[in-house]
């Protein structure tokens, strides 16, 4: 049960795009299309933005995507806007749940 | 709307124990796997267990397990943990979480471990 690998923080400017990466191994990301992100802002409870890899819940913004290639899954956020500051979270399926250590992500 | 309400959350010595309760409304309850998840001081999160819909399986992070034990009554829509020989390194605020998916999440209740 090792947390999955995520970058400590990315910055982006409002309008640019950036990606966080999430990297697992063969028993967990690479086996199950079962991976989820959540954000998190300061003093909140974390909020499902994305599941099964590439899925959105109603409500959550499309500029929010998921992808996943191999042991690595990758939440990319498009149009950066002021309010997408928040730390985040990848969660796969692996028997039971893991999660990446989380990404602060800073709009410049 | 979907309601997750945790409570129990204190101060405890090492040593001691403790039962987290999480009280929901807003969806069949019976129906959804439930999550403990927990967040230290700080830090990120940190799965700890689940419980399928109806109690028969559980899983448990090999952190607490042995020690703690994640139950269910699906008459009174709640989720509980109980949570035994409480280490400071457990001090976090512990949420309750909805489904496979994690896709709805309590507040929070905060526990502490310290003499």
């Known amino acids: 049960q090792s947390a999955l690998t995520q970058p400590a923080s990315v910055s982006g400017s409002p309008g640019q795009s950036i990606t966080i990466s999430c990297t697992g191994t063969?028993?967990?990301?690479?086996?199950?299309?079962?991976v989820s992100w959540y954000q998190q802002h300061p003093g909140k409870a974390p909020k499902l933005m994305i599941y099964?890899?590439?899925k959105r819940p109603s409500g959550v913004s499309n500029r929010f995507s998921g992808s996943k290639s191999g042991n690595t899954a990758s939440l990319t956020i498009s149009g950066l806007q002021a309010e997408d500051e928040a730390d985040y979270y990848c969660?796969?399926?692996?028997?039971?749940?893991?999660f990446g250590g989380g990404t602060k992500l800073t709009v410049l | 709307e979907v309601q997750l309400v945790e409570s129990g959350g204190v101060v405890v010595q090492p040593g001691g124990s403790l039962r987290l309760s999480c009280a929901a409304s807003g969806f069949t309850f019976d129906d959804y796997t439930m999550h403990w998840v927990r967040q230290a001081p700080g830090k990120g999160l940190e799965w700890v267990s689940l419980i399928s819909w109806d109690g028969g399986s559980t899983y448990y992070a090999d952190s607490v397990k042995g020690r703690f034990t994640i139950s269910r009554d699906n008459s009174k829509n709640s989720l509980y943990l109980q949570m035994n020989s409480l280490r400071t390194e457990d001090t976090a605020l512990y949420y309750c979480?909805?489904?496979?998916?994690?896709?709805?999440w309590g507040q929070g209740t905060l526990v502490t471990v310290s003499s």
């Open positions: 979480a909805k489904g496979y998916d994690l896709d709805y």
């Open positions: 969660c796969s399926y692996a028997g039971s749940r893991v």
């Open positions: 099964e890899v590439s």
């Open positions: 063969s028993s967990d990301v690479g086996s199950y299309n079962l």
